[in-house]
């Protein structure tokens, strides 16, 4: 079994950065593909960004593309979110998730394991 807890959400102004981490435990961090995904009141939870188990490869939904960074340190099991350029449609609460395979990374259903989410709200 593998737990996530994410930190480092927030109120920002729009312009303003923020960085989400999430800590990893229960099985070799280096072994798990891991995902971030948000889910805005009233909306279907959505894609933001993948990372490879090595972290050699990401990809990113097309409107956070440019401005949002994920990177993952192994020997630390945590992955991160850097979000720069905030914009108040960026408001959900963000989830780390994390799969054993690299097929289907944008895909809410093929994740095994999430965290409980946190907070980021961007104000205008």
């Known amino acids: 079994q593998v737990q996530l807890v994410e930190s480092g959400g927030g109120l920002v102004q729009a312009g303003g950065s923020l960085r989400l981490s999430c800590a990893a435990s229960g099985r070799p961090f280096s072994s798990l593909a891991m995902g971030w995904f948000r889910q805005a009141p009233g909306k279907e939870r959505e894609f933001v960004g993948y990372?490879?188990?090595?972290?050699?490869?990401?990809f990113y939904a097309d409107s956070v593309k440019g401005r949002f960074t994920i990177s993952r340190d192994n020997a630390k099991n945590t992955v991160y979110l850097q979000m720069n350029s905030l914009k108040p449609d960026d408001t959900a609460v963000y989830y780390c998730?994390?799969?054993?395979?690299?097929?289907?990374?944008?895909?809410?259903?093929?994740?095994?394991?999430w965290g409980q989410g946190t907070q980021v709200t961007v104000s205008s």
């Open positions: 998730a994390a799969k054993n395979s690299q097929v289907d990374i944008t895909r809410v259903a093929r994740y095994e394991y």
């Open positions: 990372i490879s188990w090595s972290g050699g490869w990401t």
